[in-house]
């Protein structure tokens, strides 16, 4: 068994479709949620099941600080030295 779509064995089979179940909440954002896909990440971490998900999601879902709006702190919080056009002048020691 080459472990590629269509030569897979009854094992790796079970794998990837246990492994589609549990990224059913990732699958919509996914760039290509097909077989093809998902074997790469399963192959990476041979077959290993809870090292192929953390590896997709720590690499195909962007932290929530990206995702919700922009915060207050950024918006208000960049000192007025640290603005673009402005120069940060630091006194001599």
Not at 30 to 39: Q, R, V
Not at 44 to 55: G, P, T, V, Y
Not at 62 to 81: N, Q, T, Y
Request: charged letters at 25%; hydrophobic letters at 35%; aromatic letters at 6%.
């Amino acid at each position: 068994m080459s472990s590629r779509v269509g030569d897979l064995s009854p094992q790796q089979q079970e794998a990837l479709a246990r492994f589609r179940e549990n990224l059913q909440d990732l699958l919509p954002i996914l760039p290509n949620a097909d077989d093809y896909f998902l074997l790469r990440w399963l192959r990476a971490r041979n077959f290993d099941l809870q090292k192929s998900e953390d590896m997709l999601r720590r690499t195909q879902v962007p932290p929530a600080h990206l995702l919700s709006p922009r915060s207050e702190s950024l918006a208000h919080g960049v000192p007025e030295a640290t603005r673009p056009g402005q120069h940060c002048h630091m006194a001599a020691p």
